[in-house]
Every structure is written in structure tokens, then in C-alpha cells.
DNA sequence: CTGAAAGCGCTTACAG
DNA sequence: CTGAAAGCGCTTACAG
């Protein structure tokens, strides 16, 4: 490995010098430089980045922080950040951070071992422990669709896309809905599913009708099989169900449509459903399906030039929330 | 920030200790050991790792570089890696760079500044310069889907999988092919997309049929909305094809068929489509959509099962080329 | 069994 | 304008 004494010798200066030559510090000659630069080239030198972090407690880097990557959710967002590093150009780069479960010890990891100097969290809810954590080393932390008090807070309107997206079934005359929920791998509700469904039920009360238990479907793992099953279920308990809204997102609600189209089922003609995420797809199904659509690309782009705009001290670090609102895109599946 | 001296100020030994009694050291007293660890729990300490790999030399992270993360081919393969993950439950984290086109300086970065132990691309193909430097410094390499002589490429057959799409829509009759190509923002074509050109030439050749360059259709970015233009230009130029290998990618096969349907042109009735990459919507679009799939997610789980040899030392790093074999999943568009 | 010293590769005051 | 020294937070021989 080539390091600065190497350039050193090779140009005949002090590390010192090397260090400073190659920073273009106004305090050495051009001569110099130049006698240090091209040492450096021939030797093809590249400074050690561990150990430059190590002194000046700076890394140039944005984690990214999701429990994985592998979903259309994380996508969109990093298709944003992508977007807003080109258009940017600044110095950071970013560094993905797959949890994989393991939240919090990851977050600490990142912030201790100074593996970035700020992070952008996707659906990651980190303990009170590691906000503060984070805080007190001055580390910006922004998260996106979840809670987290103490960090910079991106909230989804998941309440309200859920409200227009039932109110939209009520509206074009449905009167018997099921609602489809995601309930990952957990004894309780995530976040996001749990505003949901308390948007369904305010729009069924507004409009004079009843939340039923019996209404109620549950995936896990977000697979396109587990609609097909949803719906097969459906058929056999709640035969009568003439709207769905399947919060579990936009590929449920594809197994949903397809194992209706196997049992001769029309749509809408005999059963609407709205689904969320509107992911690509969504456009392209028969019939393509109307879908609650989360301004993520946009999310993704903005949080990341907030974040770099801490970093470089233009904005001030405070807590804060802020609320993205969903829209209603219509198709034909209502 | 909490340091190892805080420690050892705490626990009432040096700092020598402390660091030898957290790695439970056969040296030190269970006593000490006892009281170290109490030590560091009280005040929260972790290990700046920074520090750590600058002395180790070990990151005990492994880089995944891609251009950008936010399309499904790159999903794909983090599908396998992160199954790979969590079923070998190694020491190893991952960490993904996103190059945006600075390939060679992202992966020089990695290396000389130890961002990780060693590393996987993803359709990047590194200069001779940067395999040389990776060689020297003892740093594995695994190439995705891209040249890389001197590393371990994965390669998929490409020539193989249009081989057999084209085959496919000759045997089901067609007679007048068309071909889609992707050539990105560059002069010339990738490597995946010369190699599928070449397979379908062959196909052509052997089954008695001229390959004619009129019959050559290109996009850029991989977009459904230029599936759609390429159409409307097929149209136009070439109204007698009879058949279509869309070596560009699934969706934009999408944007062909949508196209096709809205004049009124029968799929596969009229012109028949064959796509590649077999993503998730092909299985549901109408009709469903033939395509390659490429045994991606396998990949993925191999190279970072085999990346963790390499680190451990339980294999021997040697230049060598896999080549995976593509599939095709027949449906209802031929 | 424990601690003082040297060192990983760099940067940043401070002398000269 | 340049270099010797100290230090970032850690680990690893080496004494004692």
C-alpha cells in the first residue's frame, strides 16, 4: 500500500508537506506542488479515507438506512436521492445500510463507528436511545414513514390516503367493503397499516356506515400469492363484499384481481378495489387499478438535499415534522 | 464521544486493557473483565471503527457498487444477497455505493480507502488500472454481468437467452422479426445488449433468415412510454412484422404491447412479443408476457456466499468466469 | 495478569 | 515556505 510517506520520500519533502501540497494549501509553492503531485501520480497515490475520517471526524458520506432494499417502496425513494445527487453534485456520496432486522444496532454502529456523518432512514423506527444518541453527536437524522421524536420526521398521510381511497368506493356506490392489511411480522400493526386502517374507518362513520371486524384480512410478507388467498377467503366468509381496499399495497391487490378474474368475477363490475402504492404495474394490469399514490421519488429528492444542507451548515438541525400528502389515482378498477 | 480512555478511566486500568478484556482476551482476569465491561455498558461505549479498521485493516464490510439501485435487475440480485445474508449469518454487513457513472473513481475510493473488505458489481465494468489495484491490495472482486479479466465474472447468456427467444418465435411461425435494443446514453452497445443481438442473428441465420438492419429498433432508458414510440415507428417503417424480441428489457415490451392494443393489433394473434428479464408484472400483464428470466437472485446468493469465502479464507481468490444460464418462461404473448 | 510503547495513515497547530 | 511533533481512537507485540 502506498501511503503519504512513500510521496514523501519519492518527492523529497516532509509527509507534512505532502499532506498540505496535495490539499493545494496556499502556504506551498507551486513548485512544490507540482514536485509532490507528480510523485504522487507516479506512485499512483490515494490517500487512506479511514484515516482522514479518523482526524478530521468527517466522512462525506449519507447512510441510507432501510431493512432492505429490494422492495418498489425503497426504489422510488432512491430514485429521488439518485436524481438529487446528480443534480446537486456535491461532495457526499451515499452509502446503503441494509439492517436486516437488526435497527438499532446498525444505527449505533453508523453513528459511533462514523461510518457517515448523517442518515436517511426508510421505515425504520429507531429507539429513543438512538435519537439521542445521535443528537448529542451532532449526527442530522431524517425519517422517512415512521415515528422517531427528536429527529426530522417525513411523514406519509397514510390516514388520509386511506380516507379518499374508501371514500372513492363509498362514492361510486359500494356499500359492503373488506379492507386488506399488512401486518409484516409483528404481533401489532406497522405504523403506516395502523393509520390506514384508521382512515378506512372514519370514512366508513362519515358516511353512515359500520366498521366490521369480520371485514378484515391480513397478509404478511406483501407477495402478490397472498391475494390470490386473501381472496379466496373472502369468498368464502364474506361473500357479499362488493369494495376492497387492500392497504397491503398495490401487489396484493394484483393476486386480489387475478384470482377474481379466475372465478368469473368482474371487475368493477361486480366488486371494485382501490389499492396503494401505485406502483409501475398498476397502469398496466386489466383493469388498471385505481391506487393511492405517495409522493416518494419527491420525498427521496428533498430529503436528501436537506440532509446535505445540515451537513454543510446552510440549515440549522432541528426537529421537525413534515407531512407528505397522498393522491388518488384514478383508473378503472372502481 | 465516548473512548476507550473513558473506559479505562472508569474501570480503574488502562487502556490496553479494556480493549483486550471487550474482546474477552484468555490474558485478562474475569474479575477485570467484569468490571471493564460494567465499565463500558455505564457509559455506552462502542468502538469508533474507524479506528479499528485503520489498525486491523479489516472493515468487515462488503461493497456492492451499481451504478444506481432503483431498477429491478439490481433488486433482483439484493433479493439474493440479502437471503444469503440472513441464512449464512455471518460478521459481514453490506453496503451498497452508488457510482452514477464515476465507476472507476467510486471503486478506487473503496479500496485505497478501505470502505470495505472487498466487493461485487453490479454491470460495471472496472478498467484493467482498478482490477490491477484491486489485485495488488489483496481485495476480491466479483463482476456481475460485465468483462472484467483478472476478477471473478458472473456472466448471464446473454447470447444463449436470445437464442431461444428468437428460436421460440420462429417455431411458433414468424417469419419477420424485429429487434429492440437498449443502447443507454453511450456509442455503442453494452455488453448484455451486443451479445443479445448476436444470439438473435444466429437464431436468424440458422433457421434460414436474413437479419436486416432495418429491422433494428432503439431506446435509451429503458422507459414503457418508449416502448410505446418504437411501436409507432415499427409501424410506420416495418408494418409487415410479424414478430418481436424485445431484447431491451420487459418493460419496455409493455409499452410496445399497450401500443399494439390500442390500434387494435392482436397480441399474439397478429404479432407475437417475446421480452426479457421476466419481472414480476409479465405474469400479469394482458396477455401475459413470454420472456428470459435470468437466474438473478441465485446469483446474487452465490456471489456474496462466495465473497464471504474469500474474506474468511476459506477459498481461494482466483480469477475465473461462471456463466449462468438463462430460462425462458413461456406465456401467452407468442 | 496488566500496562507503557509503538504504530495504523493521516491532519493541524506550531516552530523555525 | 517547510518540517518535527502531537494527536485522532484503537490494537498488538513486548516487558514486567
Given amino acids: 500500500m502506498i501511503t503519504i510517506k512513500d510521496v514523501a520520500k519519492l518527492a523529497g519533502v516532509s509527509h507534512t508537506t505532502v499532506s498540505l501540497a496535495l490539499r493545494d494549501s ?4 507551486d ?13 499512483n497515490y490515494h490517500p487512506n479515507y479511514l484515516a482522514q475520517s479518523l482526524v478530521s471526524g468527517k466522512t462525506n458520506v449519507i447512510g441510507v438506512v432501510s431493512n432492505f432494499f429490494s422492495s418498489t417502496f425503497e426504489m422510488e425513494i432512491l430514485k429521488g436521492i439518485e436524481q438529487s445527487i446528480v443534480t446537486l453534485n456535491t461532495e457526499y456520496k451515499i452509502n446503503l445500510f441494509a439492517t436486516l432486522e437488526k435497527n438499532d444496532q446498525v444505527l449505533r454502529d453508523i453513528c459511533l463507528g462514523r461510518h457517515a456523518d448523517g442518515v436517511i432512514l426508510f421505515s425504520i423506527s429507531p429507539s429513543p436511545e438512538t435519537i439521542k444518541l445521535y443528537n448529542e453527536n451532532n449526527f442530522p437524522m431524517i425519517v422517512i414513514d415512521e415515528k422517531a421524536e427528536g429527529a426530522i420526521e417525513i411523514a ?6 386511506a380516507y379518499i381511497a374508501t371514500e372513492h368506493l363509498i362514492n361510486s356506490g359500494r356499500k359492503n367493503l373488506a379492507l386488506v392489511l399488512g401486518d409484516s411480522n409483528r404481533e401489532e400493526l406497522g405504523l403506516s397499516q395502523k393509520e390506514r386502517k384508521e382512515g378506512f374507518i372514519q370514512a366508513l362513520h362519515d358516511h353512515g356506515l359500520q366498521f366490521s371486524e369480520r371485514n378484515q384480512f391480513f397478509i404478511r410478507d406483501y407477495y402478490f400469492e397472498e391475494g390470490q388467498l386473501v381472496f379466496k377467503r373472502m369468498q368464502r366468509y364474506c361473500p357479499d363484499v362488493d ?18 378474474k379466475a372465478n368469473h368475477i368482474n371487475i368493477p363490475g361486480e366488486i371494485s378495489i382501490v389499492g396503494y402504492d401505485d406502483i409501475f404495474a398498476s397502469s398496466i394490469v386489466d383493469p388498471p387499478l385505481t391506487s393511492v399514490r405517495q409522493p416518494l421519488f419527491k420525498i427521496g429528492k428533498n430529503s436528501y438535499a436537506s440532509m446535505v444542507n445540515f451537513l454543510e451548515g446552510k440549515e440549522e438541525f432541528r426537529p421537525t415534522k413534515f407531512v407528505y400528502e397522498p393522491q388518488l389515482i384514478l383508473r378503472s378498477s372502481v
Same sequence: chains 1, 2.
Fill in 26 to 29: 496556499p502556504s506551498i509553492t
Fill in 31 to 43: 513548485k512544490t506542488k507540482e514536485k509532490v503531485k507528480a510523485a504522487a501520480k507516479q506512485l
Fill in 156 to 161: 406519509l398521510d397514510n390516514y388520509h390516503g
Fill in 243 to 260: 369494495g376492497i381496499f387492500c392497504a397491503a399495497g398495490d401487489t396484493v391487490a394484483y393476486g386480489i384481481m387475478m384470482e377474481a
